[in-house]
């Protein structure tokens, strides 16, 4: 047996559906504001924390992959390699940011961890 929408049914589906859509929007919003320096928009994509371990993967440690502990990575990976003019940068950044919002991370990292290794590729690019 089919069921009859009134006119009030619809407009109720209607207006959840939007709530929803901007429910999407203010979630994405709170999670987090966009990194105010230099290409911190792409930054706050692709994550500090994972920025960091795929660098130190690619010039480090070939051996290290928390950066693959989100299922996004590749996506994350095409934004870092049109990136790079930031890259250092970045790196520079991460040394200063706060540790409890580092350690919010879903590759596993501890913020002692993700800034040693900023630290180590800083050093790399000076030699």
Same mark, same amino acid.
């Given at each position: 047996?089919?069921?009859? *929408?009134?006119?009030?049914?619809?407009? &109720?589906? /209607?207006?959840?559906?939007?709530?929803?859509?901007n429910n999407k929007?203010?979630? /994405?919003?709170?999670? !987090? #504001?966009? *990194?105010?320096? /230099?290409? !911190?928009? &792409?930054?706050?994509?692709?994550?500090? $924390?994972? *920025?960091?371990? &795929?660098?130190?993967?690619?010039?480090?440690?070939?051996?290290?992959?928390?950066?693959?502990?989100?299922?996004?990575?590749?996506? #994350?990976?095409?934004?870092?390699?049109?990136?790079?003019?930031?890259h250092e940068y970045?790196?520079?950044?991460?040394?200063?940011m706060n540790d409890?919002?580092?350690?919010?991370?879903?590759?596993?990292?501890?913020?002692? +961890?993700?800034?040693?290794?900023? /630290?180590?590729?800083?050093? $790399?690019?000076? +030699?």
């Amino acid at each position: 047996m089919l069921r009859k *929408f009134s006119i009030l049914d619809l407009q &109720y589906v /209607k207006k959840v559906s939007l709530q929803d859509k901007n429910n999407k929007f203010k979630r /994405k919003e709170l999670m !987090g #504001r966009a *990194f105010n320096f /230099k290409g !911190g928009e &792409y930054l706050t994509t692709i994550g500090a $924390c994972w *920025f960091v371990s &795929y660098s130190y993967y690619k010039k480090i440690d070939s051996t290290h992959t928390n950066w693959q502990d989100v299922e996004t990575w590749p996506d #994350r990976v095409r934004t870092f390699q049109r990136t790079i003019e930031y890259h250092e940068y970045w790196l520079e950044q991460v040394l200063n940011m706060n540790d409890l919002k580092l350690n919010t991370n879903q590759i596993h990292l501890k913020a002692s +961890q993700v800034k040693q290794m900023a /630290k180590i590729l800083l050093k $790399c690019k000076e +030699q």
